[in-house]
């Protein structure tokens, strides 16, 4: 369990890069028109992208938590995932793939250090 922070973060980054290969790759078409029916239900388009968000979230804990068998976990990687996207697309308009996963990887592995110690 010492380095249970290392492989959660680990963990989070595959669900994120599985996350977009699923639903730009496999479920393309049906993920467009998704984003179409929410767009016309949702009064702008930051509310759609916060939808957007909200969904990634959801699909990280199901991951983590299917993965590690804890609920905690799941609930704490995805809502962790989901506060440095919302902050970093919000204050990082310019970033490259490595910085992006980069401070991920970074700011998620604090957080479960914090948590669950070295």
């Given at each position: 369990?010492?380095?249970?922070?290392?492989?959660?973060?680990?963990?989070?980054?595959?669900?994120?890069i599985?996350?977009?290969?699923?639903?730009w790759?496999?479920?393309?078409?049906?993920y467009?028109?998704?984003?179409?029916?929410?767009?016309?239900i949702v009064?702008?388009?930051?509310?759609?992208?916060?939808?957007?968000?909200?969904?990634e979230?959801?699909f990280?804990?199901?991951?983590?938590?299917?993965?590690?068998?804890?609920l905690?976990?799941?609930?704490?990687?995805?809502?962790?995932?989901?506060?440095?996207?919302?902050?970093?697309?919000?204050?990082?308009k310019?970033?490259?793939?490595?910085?992006?996963?980069?401070?991920?990887?970074?700011?998620?592995?604090?957080?479960?250090?914090?948590?669950y110690?070295?």
């Open positions: 369990m010492e380095l249970i922070w290392f492989y959660i973060a680990i963990i989070l980054a595959l669900s994120d599985l996350h977009g290969k699923l639903m790759n496999v479920f393309n078409d049906p467009v028109l998704f984003a179409g029916f929410v767009n016309e009064s702008s388009p930051v509310h759609g992208w916060i939808i957007h968000e909200i969904l979230a959801i990280n804990i199901v991951v983590l938590s299917i993965i590690f068998l804890s905690e976990i799941g609930i704490l990687g995805g809502l962790v995932h989901l506060c440095i996207d919302i902050t970093h697309t919000l204050f990082m310019n970033k490259n793939p490595i910085v992006h996963r980069a401070l991920h990887f970074a700011i998620e592995s604090i957080f479960f250090i914090l948590i110690g070295f």
